[in-house]
């Protein structure tokens, strides 16, 4: 018999009795469980958890803004996200959400770009959530729709399925990069994939060990992804399948489950698999949970707690699932990078070597690696770009410190892409490119600080598409770009002042679309393309003076239309389009003379634009 919990255990004690000792639920992984219909087959708005290490059952929640089975769930590691699904009469678009770590009724997120009944499938990071195919419009449907987690908001396209999929699996098997869903349809056999920082369609993967529908239930590691249950070969399957999350290839058989089952819902921690309730024939339902251990092989186990009631069609996701990078601190020097495929923004930490990880999403979609941005060091800024291949005017608002999606800040002058810029306390928009294909020479600026529209600075020498912009405290320079051919011209302006360009000197080379970065005393100006032909070249100047550049080294690939940052010493650049789109992260240092060093990889090889935190604007 083990002692009384209270007073204090010796170690020999702790260890004699580790199965009894004392467990703080609030410490604990949660699994939230999100409607679904109850055994008499009618829609339930219940939410429920339960902690994965400690078999007690399954506790009360909250509530559902709208009563659904059929439900898709993702989260990262502090919020669920519940969508779609069908309310006994009609396909749901809505979108709610809840905190792990509270209990309480979900609040309203959104809407998906369609409603949606037939459980969607479901991946996710710590950044951005995907909804993929289910039953839309009373059919299954091949659409993919994306969320930015941290925020609220409808949902968007972010591509297609191979093929029109409903009831595939429920549950997250995702890495920090990677989503993969498998099955649905007519008992597909089909695994697909995608990059969740990089909208666009989905990629064959492999193959099931065994072709089902009905929702089988997903769970995955950092490594391995798990599938399990649904209708296949067997009315009510208990197969279950892994695959390894990083190289495609067919599943392997893992084990099976305690019961043949259709409809369950997965949720994982790092290392364990929970696979939910579901159905286990025409009129019985579960309230089972059975659990593996993800990196071995062999049968599911019963967890030794039950959910609160038997239920198949629901969702469920953990605030632990290994997909979901837990992102607690940001570093002090970071910079932004928005691609130009979709919304999405990447972040590195300059004093450091690695690979970009995902930050948020801007907010509204532009493309043609058209962004110009801003930046103090607390605040970002991108302005301009393209949709549907119209110039736009929007400015968005990134707070460096907070992960997430940003938010409307104001507009240009003008509506206008391939829009060079950088700041200090005033951020600066350098001309671009408008409807028609004409360029500008419109300078605008606004007050980072405050939100607001551009107001009219001054103009450039001459009306110019793609120049490279950056600069110190007290000055901004504008180099290269394109006007009638491409140009050489360094020009420059004093940001405490408002006014027009003055000349500088002269590149090394004629070219448009560098990128430039700075330190208190240096500009750096990379790549391009040099009339006929993507360019490696960085070379300098000195900011407080002027003069023509000198030659500073090579890039490690010729490219333009990247994303150039620093911090003090440091110059970074980030993707770009050479012979096609880039993701090669390069660096040098901006006090010394030589060629560029490997300096990482972004989640997509992509063109875009890029701030930091630490320039030669902020020092």
Known sequence: MAPSYSGVWNISTQYQYASVWPFDANLGTRVLVAGGYNNSVAAINVIEFFITQVANDSADFGDLSVTRGQVAQLGNDTRAVIAGGY????????????????????????????????????????????????????????VIDYITIASTGNAQDFGDLTSAKGGANKGMVSTTTRGIFAGGGSKSNEIEYIT?????????????????????????????????????SASYSNIIDYITLSSAGNATDFGDLTAGKRFPAGASTSTKGFFTGGSTSNSARTAD?????????????????????????????????????????????????????????????????????????ISYTAINGAYGGASSATRNCFGGGSSGGSPIDNIDLTIFATRGKGTDFGNLTQARMSVGGSGNGRGMYFGGQVSGGGYVDVVDYTTISSAGNATDFGNLSENTNGCAVSGNTTRILALGGRTSGYRN??????????????????????????????????????GGYATNAYTNVIEYVTTASTGNGTDFGDLTVARGQGGCVSNSTRGVYMGGYGAADDGTIDYWTIASTGNAIDFGDLLAATTGGAQSNGHGGIA
């Open 489 to 526: 011209v360094i020009e420059y302006f004093t940001i405490s002042s408002t006014g027009n360009a003055t000349d500088f000197g002269d590149m090394t080379q004629n070219v448009a679309w560098p990128m430039a970065t700075s330190s208190s005393t240096r500009v750096t100006a990379a």
């Open 196 to 232: 969740i920082a990089s909208a666009g369609n989905a990629t064959d993967f492999g193959n099931l060990t065994d072709g089902r529908d009905q929702q089988t239930g997903g769970v995955a590691s950092s490594t391995r992804g798990v599938f399990a249950g649904g209708q296949g």
């Open 289 to 361: 949970i059975d659990t593996i251990t993800i990196a071995s092989t062999g049968n599911a186990t019963d967890f030794g707690a039950d959910l609160t009631a038997s239920k198949f069609t629901h969702g469920a996701s953990s605030s632990g699932q290994a997909g979901v990078q837990a992102l607690t601190s940001l570093p002090s020097a970071i910079a932004l990078f928005v691609d130009d495929v979709d919304t999405h923004i990447s972040s590195i930490d300059i004093t450091t070597l690695g690979n970009a990880i995902a930050f948020g999403d």
């Open 87 to 142: 309310t006994g009469s009609a396909n749901s678009n809505v979108i709610d959400y809840v905190a792990y770590s509270t209990t309480g009724d979900a609040t309203d997120f959104g809407d998906l770009t369609t409603t949606a009944g037939g459980a969607p499938s479901t991946s996710a990071n710590n950044v951005r959530g995907i909804f993929k195919g289910g039953d839309r419009a009373g059919t299954a449907s091949n």
